[in-house]
T-cell receptor, first 115, second 113 residues
Framework: DSGVTQTPKHLITATGQRVTLRCSPR?????VYWYQQSLDQGLQFLIH???????AKGNILERFSAQQFPDLHSELNLSSLELGDSALYFC??????????????FGPGTRLLVL | GENVEQHPSTLSVQEGDSAVIKCTYS??????FPWYKQELGKRPQLIID?????GEKKDQRIAVTLNKTAKHFSLHITETQPEDSAVYFC????????????FGTGTSLTVIP
């Protein structure tokens, strides 16, 4: 157990819908990262938040957004869902902002299936 | 941005043999290189990491080597066991882009008993 929690574990929804994925980092970690893992794209970085502020954006679609709250948990919002959004979504956390290279600890993931 | 390539994509070894997985990266500013093991449907778990100021690191049966000049790093697993079967991912992190990890495409390792 990495100490990072994610809810829900599984999510099944229809195209066009909107879902929210939740992540709680390890106690004391200030950074949260979101990754998408699909069969054909591997592990892709989406977005990084540090202490409530967005730090970096990766291959995140405009239909997707995220935020980190004062208690440091984070939510990833996916809207206007398409079949291709079906994937495993992981969040990871690290202690600091990561400017000097830091270990990231991954949560168990949320498996999203869009029908 | 950084580009990480990983080879081979699949690897089968006999139990007790060694396994080697290689990764190359493109950005010479990358300074942190973790390796993750992922079992089917589970989270990626860190197994070993190395920083750019170190050439080699070992932890029991697992070792990682880094060649900064050639911009490649490798994972070595000795005395492989069936429980080593999993997908292994390498990653690189570049300080000027935050700590986001650029992952390789993964190597599916099968250890045959």
């Amino acid at each position: 157990d990495s100490g990072v929690t994610q809810t829900p574990k599984h999510l099944i929804t229809a195209t066009g819908q909107r879902v929210t994925l939740r992540c709680s980092p390890r106690s004391g970690d200030l950074s949260v990262y979101w990754y998408q893992q699909s069969l054909d794209q591997g592990l892709q970085f989406l977005i990084h938040y540090y202490n409530g502020e967005e730090r970096a954006k990766g291959n995140i679609l405009e239909r997707f957004s995220a935020q980190q709250f004062p208690d440091l948990h984070s939510e990833l919002n996916l809207s206007s869902l398409e079949l291709g959004d079906s994937a495993l979504y992981f969040c990871a956390s690290s202690v600091e902002s990561g400017m000097f290279g830091e270990t990231q600890y991954f949560g168990p993931g949320t498996r999203l299936l869009v029908l | 941005g950084e580009n990480v390539e990983q080879h081979p994509s699949t690897l089968s070894v006999q139990e007790g043999d060694s396994a080697v997985i290689k990764c190359t990266y493109s950005d010479s500013a990358s300074n942190y290189f973790p390796w993750y093991k992922q079992e089917l449907g589970k989270r990626p778990q860190l197994i070993i990491d190395i920083r750019s100021n170190v050439g080699e690191k070992k932890d029991q049966r697992i070792a990682v080597t880094l060649n900064k000049t050639a911009k490649h790093f490798s994972l070595h697993i000795t005395e492989t066991q069936p429980e080593d079967s999993a997908v292994y991912f390498c990653a690189a992190s570049t300080p000027n882009t935050g700590n986001q990890f650029y992952f390789g495409t993964g190597t599916s390792l099968t250890v045959i008993p």
